[in-house]
């Protein structure tokens, strides 16, 4: 008979992954599953909305007025359809704007967020891993900014950025320029995690190996540096998404953010905030309910992902 030892097929990615201890701990937590919960339900409802919207809220051809100010779940007085969450003032289907607002919502706060997050981490390594005048310029700035609340420093961008692009493009590039915006004014907290954590594992021995054998500055700050750097960062991504949402409703409420042909959640509000004193409540109601459930379960999930990667608290 063979001595040869018996070989089992070694795990799966995914089997490793549940049977990790970051699974586990995400299991005993009824706030995170929760959340993270939500967040995929609202995720999925606003990338599949054009299959699961009743009407497309947009399509004026699709509109008919005698619908507006239809109270959820009652038939309408003169054309006697029911919606589900009712309409607005122009017989759009209030749940299918959420829809398709949400949509926009997380687009710009996913995009922004991204765009904050490549800035400050090449900001950040920079500054951390050179040193001298080019850290001292860098980190300056990023304390002038930080002096400013981010909300005014996005509306800023946002001005200046509208005025500089030409009149008809202004709609087409709205959104882009909201999510320049928002970034620029995001990016600092990146910057400051990465530089802080650049100091300390520049000064480690494979960092200092990786000099002798002739690597290159931005081959060691990217290859080497940035994946023991991430951790932090990821935690601050999924706390600053929540952030962004909210800064992109609350610009779009100002009027300064989503054009009306683009509505997002922040348009919505600031639509039914005008007709809430009329007894149309409905219209700012749900849009402002499911803001609030996104962002929420966003900053919970974020919470309890600082706590989890924090190995001081295992």
Request: proline share 6%; no cysteine.
């Amino acid at each position: 008979m063979s001595d040869a030892p018996l070989t089992s097929k070694p795990p799966s990615r995914l089997a490793r992954w549940l049977d990790s201890d970051f699974f586990y701990a995400f299991k005993r937590s009824p706030v995170a599953v929760v959340s993270a919960s939500v967040v995929l339900l609202l995720i999925l409802s606003a990338v599949f909305a054009p299959l699961i919207a009743p009407t497309n809220p947009f399509d004026p051809a699709s509109l008919n007025l005698m619908n507006g100010f239809s109270a959820p779940m009652k038939p309408n007085a003169f054309t006697g359809d029911t919606f589900l969450l009712g309409t607005d003032d122009q017989g759009r289907d209030v749940f299918s704007t959420i829809l398709f607002g949400m949509r926009i919502s997380l687009f710009v706060g996913v995009s922004a967020v991204l765009f904050a997050m490549v800035l400050g981490i090449l900001l950040g390594l920079i500054a951390g891993y050179a040193g001298g005048w080019t850290e001292t310029i860098i980190m300056r700035v990023a304390d002038i900014q930080l002096t400013f609340p981010s909300i005014l420093v996005a509306m800023l961008i946002f001005g200046v950025a509208k005025g500089v692009t030409p009149v008809e493009y202004r709609d087409q590039m709205a959104i882009w320029v909201l999510i320049l915006a928002i970034g620029l004014s995001d990016w600092v907290q990146f910057a400051r995690v990465v530089r802080g954590a650049t100091l300390v594992e520049k000064r480690k021995d494979y960092v200092q190996a990786a000099r002798l054998i002739g690597r290159g500055p931005g081959a060691i700050m990217l290859r080497h540096i940035l994946p023991n750097v991430l951790s932090p960062v990821l935690v601050i991504a999924t706390i600053s998404l929540a952030l962004a949402i909210i800064a992109e409703a609350t610009l779009s409420f100002l009027g300064v953010g989503a054009p009306p042909t683009q509505p997002s959640l922040g348009t919505l509000i600031r639509i039914g905030q005008g007709f809430l004193f009329s007894g149309e409540w409905w219209i700012l109601f749900f849009p402002a309910m499911t803001l609030l459930a996104l962002a929420l379960s966003v900053n919970l999930l974020g919470d309890w992902l600082r706590d989890a990667l924090n190995p001081k608290l295992r």
